[in-house]
């Protein structure tokens, strides 16, 4: 695991984090409730909650789909290639490539390859740049969510224990993380905390 | 767009997802340092971009497999765990056009990404309070 240069985290005083969708994506709930599900993975081991909240403009994290150039110097580049990026704390933007063809599963579960390789798993992309938006930066461990590349078609939205090492380095653990963690996390909670409580494996 | 299964992606949205934007490195496959490359510009982009090259070089690269060139398929081989040999073999290729996060491996020059795991050994016998610290040396 490794960190930004400075190894910026989300304040103490801070760690009820809100987070919204640009309104002019206009997603479903269906695709909403995949970042739930990776909002939740990182809360069950770390204190930090992330509670959803509809004004785009003053929540913590800010997640957006945009095409090519969407104004912050690091334009996309269309299907493949750059997927998504998301920037360090206290920062918050969080940006995905709307030329995706994004897979929203809906059938929850652990790593697994999807049958056809021209897809990008949202759930698994989004685990990734979470780690991001708490401060961890990327990981030469190639199982670990903050390996850089992910394999066209595959599902990989489990956090290993070298996730887990960088991102409680930086916050501690969670009082309630007994080292093992639940899976699938629940995809209707509204308030996305890490106390699902439901025992898992890492 | 989005999908509930991969099943359900229009075939022609399969096949132009095929057409990857880097695709066209795959044919950089065996250059070396001291070649002169059609459009090897794009791929020293790249590693700029990722980090691999620094920020403070000019971007109008030229076509020469040069040193920077070198150095940076260095580092990245040594950072996916490839093999270290500065050149662009397939399997390093291969691993470039993945698709990947825009977030450089690099920040500010300073490659932590191989090695980052912090020697210090921070065990919590709490979820709270005070925390030991331990040293490896």
Known sequence: ?202 | GFYPNSSAIPPDLRRNATENVWNSFMNFTGCHAGMKVNGLYKLKQYFQHFGYIRQTLPKNFTDDFDDILKNAVETYQRNFHLNITGELDELTLKHVVMPRCGVPDIVNGTSTMHNGRRRTYEVSFSGKGPRFHAVKR
Do not use: C
Request: net charge negative.
């Open chain 1, 1 to 202: 695991y490794s960190f930004f240069p400075g190894e910026p985290r989300w304040p103490e005083r801070n760690r009820d984090l809100t987070y919204a969708f640009d309104p002019r994506n206009s997603l479903t709930e269906e695709v909403k409730s995949v970042f739930s599900r990776a909002f939740v993975r990182w809360a069950e081991v770390i204190p930090v909650t992330f509670t959803r909240v509809e004004v785009f403009s003053i929540s913590d994290i800010r997640i957006g789909f945009y095409s090519g150039d969407h104004g912050d110097g690091e334009p996309f580049d269309g299907v493949m290639g750059t997927l998504a990026h998301a920037f360090s704390p206290p920062n918050g933007h969080f940006h995905l490539d709307g030329d995706e063809n994004w897979i929203v599963s809906g059938d929850v579960g652990g790593d697994r390859l999807l049958s056809v390789t021209a897809a990008v798993d949202l759930e698994s992309v989004a685990v990734h740049e979470i780690g991001h938006l708490l401060g961890l930066g990327h990981s030469s461990v190639q199982d670990s969510i903050m390996y850089p590349t992910i394999t066209t078609g595959r599902r990989k939205v489990d956090l290993t224990s070298d996730d887990v090492e960088g991102v409680q380095y930086l916050y501690g653990p969670n009082p309630n993380f007994n080292g093992s963690r639940s899976t699938p996390p629940p995809s209707t909670q509204q308030r996305d905390t890490g106390d699902s409580g439901a025992a898992g494996g890492i």
